[in-house]
T-cell receptor, first 113, second 114 residues
Framework: GAGVSQSPSNKVTEKGKDVELRCDPI?????LYWYRQSLGQGLEFLIY????????KSGLPSDRFSAERTGGSVSTLTIQRTQQEDSAVYLC???????????FGNGTRLTVT | AQSVTQLGSHVSVSEGALVLLRCNYS??????LFWYVQYPNQGLQLLLK??????LVKGINGFEAEFKKSETSFHLTKPSAHMSDAAEYFC????????????FGKGTTLSVSS
């Protein structure tokens, strides 16, 4: 596809369950980012990948959050033992390296009940 | 550490009026500055950016922003608002060219009335 693809687009889960969110970046983009967008909180940086390695994990809010990237392409963000405060839109973006030019997906809206 | 402050979570203007969205940044190194826009039910897209060189930068849809180091500001303007400009606007800062993540502000929702 031409853009960043995220799946699922919507996810409703019960508190305490684990969830996996998937991101397919634009082909050839070496950098991949995860952000969380909550109402009134703007975009919160979670993690950044360059290739398959994550030089910056500083934004992961707790050890329940983890992410991996394989083959320099697809990335998954995993949230274990979900809590209600994890409810948000999770955005993925990729970049070819041009300064600050991130291409965002449409996000996964996570609702924890 | 870097940070971005967007003054005003909501801005309302009339069609044809000047649009001014305020952004102030904090950075210990020369910053790279960006504005992103999120139209309803769409993903974020880059509106314009300042990296080096000319401090007045022009973006898509008639928007421009000026980097003012002395004021640590990067305000977004458009001379004449259009209904289609209604969206959420995010200011962002990055400290270097190495591709590390942008730090975003909390966003400003722009409403345009006829």
């Amino acid at each position: 596809g031409a853009g960043v693809s995220q799946s699922p687009s919507n996810k409703v889960t019960e508190k305490g369950k684990d969830v996996e969110l998937r991101c397919d970046p634009i082909s050839g983009h070496t950098a991949l980012y995860w952000y969380r967008q909550s109402l009134g909180q703007g975009l919160e940086f979670l993690i950044y990948f360059q290739g398959n390695s994550a030089p910056d994990k500083s934004g992961l809010p707790s050890d329940r959050f983890s992410a991996e990237r394989t083959g320099g392409s697809v990335s998954t963000l995993t949230i274990q033992r979900t809590q209600q405060e994890d409810s948000a839109v999770y955005l993925c973006a990729s970049s070819s390296g041009t300064v600050g030019t991130l291409h965002f997906g449409n996000g996964t809206r996570l609702t924890v009940t | 550490a870097q940070s971005v402050t967007q003054l005003g979570s909501h801005v309302s203007v009339s069609e044809g009026a000047l649009v001014l969205l305020r952004c102030n940044y904090s950075s210990s190194v020369p910053p790279y500055l960006f504005w992103y826009v999120q139209y309803p039910n769409q993903g974020l897209q880059l509106l314009l950016k300042y990296t080096t060189g000319a401090t007045l930068v022009k973006g898509i849809n008639g928007f421009e922003a000026e980097f003012k180091k002395s004021e640590t500001s990067f305000h977004l303007t458009k001379p004449s608002a259009h209904m289609s400009d209604a969206a959420e606007y995010f200011c962002a800062v990055s400290s270097n060219q190495a591709g590390t993540a942008l730090i975003f502000g909390k966003g400003t929702t722009l409403s345009v009335s006829s």
